[in-house]
């Protein structure tokens, strides 16, 4: 047997370990094997089919100069900037509100009303927002004008300038039932001996929460901002279904446009190599937040 502790630990454990063995046969087919398939064509001038030649680095030469790609990074750095705002404080001012709930039956009613929308389809809430921003039928101008303010109306998914912002602003008031719950898991793990210290040492509401609160919930504050992230980067459905990238390429985002070179012009190579930057662009993102972000320190 090797002198080595952790294949020690694991030979111990082998028993254990067999039980795992399934699941990555699952993951070696349906994710490393892939990823590495990507890797290679990457190298290749390939449409999926007849074409297939070595190309070297030459995909990822024309990535860093392809403009269109650049202006879907730009769009997704603004609809990035926008969701690290919205999930930054909604989702989090909701979960204080449930979890400072006196009346324990009050509580869990609200938490299930907050988790509920997570049952429904993402296609179906898409849909739905595709009603609030139709041009002349739908909610948002209804309500414009409405309210008198009949020359704020836009096509807002059908105008360059308003359909960017139109993604930014879809799902209002963007309190996710995922991140409702990670907030609120990280609250419930504070000890009630700390919010008793802190009543006795006459906190206030916002002391306590700049001061007990947020310090204690920085690990749960980092996933999100993680999540948000690989997200926004992984963007692509939201897109597809309310402007298609469009118009132009006002909305356009990295894996839409991924999506379209492989699939609309077959350009299965170079959509590989755009899915090798998108993969190393999330790994150094995820790096950065956690090198700059610290967790939560653990108490004795």
Do not use: C
């Not at 269109?68 to 690290?84: E, M, Q, T, Y």
């Not at 359909?163 to 990280?186: D, E, K, R």
């Not at 446009?257 to 699939?263: E, K, P, S, V």
């Amino acid at each position: 047997m090797s002198s080595n502790p952790l294949l020690r630990k694991i030979w111990k454990s082998k028993h254990a370990y067999l039980f795992l063995l399934p699941v990555f046969a699952v993951l070696g087919t349906f994710k490393y094997g892939p990823f590495l398939v990507a890797l290679q064509k990457s190298l290749f001038e390939w449409n999926g089919a007849n074409i297939d030649r070595f190309v070297g680095i030459a995909n990822f030469v024309r990535v860093a100069g392809d403009a269109s790609f650049l202006g879907s990074i730009r769009n997704v750095g603004i609809l990035a900037g926008g969701a690290l705002v919205a999930h930054l404080t909604f989702p989090l001012l909701a979960a204080l509100l449930v979890f400072h709930i006196r009346r324990k039956r009050l509580a869990e009613w609200a938490r299930v009303l907050f988790i509920l929308p997570l049952i429904v389809p993402s296609i179906v809430v898409i849909k739905i927002w595709t009603w609030i921003y139709a041009g002349q039928n739908g909610l948002l101008n209804a309500l414009l004008k409405l309210l008198g303010l009949g020359g704020l109306t836009h096509s807002w998914l059908g105008e360059s300038a308003t359909s960017i912002w139109a993604l930014v602003f879809y799902n209002f008031p963007w309190i996710g039932g995922i991140y409702f719950l990670i907030y609120l898991a990280g609250l419930m793990t504070i000890p009630s001996e700390l919010f008793e210290s802190g009543s006795l040492d006459g906190m206030n509401v916002w002391q306590r929460l700049v001061h007990l609160e947020l310090p204690l919930i920085r690990s749960q504050v980092r996933l999100v901002v993680m999540l948000v992230l690989i997200g926004q980067l992984q963007n692509f459905e939201l897109p597809l279904i309310l402007t298609g990238g469009g118009p132009g390429e006002s909305s356009l985002t990295p894996a839409l446009y991924l999506y379209d070179r492989a699939f609309t012009f077959n350009e299965m190579g170079y959509a590989s190599a755009l899915g090798i930057v998108l993969f190393a662009a999330i790994l150094l993102l995820t790096i950065f937040v956690q090198k700059a972000l610290k967790p939560t320190e653990t108490m004795d």
